[in-house]
C-alpha cells in the first residue's frame, strides 16, 4: 500500500470540490456584476424603472420580472439567473425585440454576447487556481 493514499483521496473528494465551488461561484457574481452593469448603460432610459429593473440572483428571479434565457436550475450546480423587467417595466422584451411600431433597442442579449467569453474565462481561471492551489 503507498502511503498518503487516504490524506490524497480524503482531499481530493472533499477540500478540492468546495474549494472549485467557490470559486466558480465568486467567478459567477463577479461576471453577473460585470454583465448587469454593462446592460444597464445600453438600456435605453425614460424614466429609468426598466433600468432598475435589471440584475441577477442565484436561482429563480424575483416575481413578476422576465427571464430571457438561464441554465438549468436541476443540473445541481449553481444557477445564477439574469433578469430584466418587473411589474412596472414589464416591456423589457419589447426593447430587446422590438415591436410592429417599435425598432429594437438590443441591451440584454448584446451585453451578453460582448462579455460571455471573458466571463467563461474568468470562471475557468478560478477554478484551475483552486485545482492548483489545492495540489500542494
Given at each position: 500500500m503507498v502511503d498518503g493514499v487516504n490524506a490524497l483521496t480524503a482531499k481530493l473528494t472533499k477540500q478540492i470540490p468546495d474549494r472549485l465551488r467557490k470559486s466558480a461561484i465568486?467567478?459567477?457574481e463577479t461576471g453577473a456584476d460585470e454583465l448587469v452593469a454593462m446592460m444597464k448603460t445600453l438600456v435605453p432610459v425614460e424614466k429609468g424603472e426598466l433600468r432598475d429593473s435589471i440584475g441577477w440572483?442565484?436561482?429563480k428571479p424575483p416575481k413578476g420580472?422576465?427571464?430571457?434565457?438561464?441554465t438549468d436550475p436541476n443540473s445541481g450546480d449553481p444557477?445564477?439567473?439574469?433578469?430584466?423587467?418587473n411589474d412596472k417595466s414589464f416591456y423589457?422584451?419589447?426593447q430587446e425585440f422590438g415591436t410592429v411600431n417599435m425598432q429594437p433597442n438590443p441591451f440584454f442579449f448584446t451585453s451578453w454576447r460582448t462579455l460571455r467569453r471573458r466571463i467563461r474565462a474568468r470562471i475557468t481561471r478560478e477554478i484551475n487556481k483552486a485545482i492548483k492551489s489545492g495540489s500542494v
Open positions: 465568486a467567478a459567477m440572483t442565484f436561482g420580472t422576465r427571464v430571457i434565457g438561464q444557477v445564477i439567473t439574469i433578469f430584466a423587467g423589457a422584451a419589447f
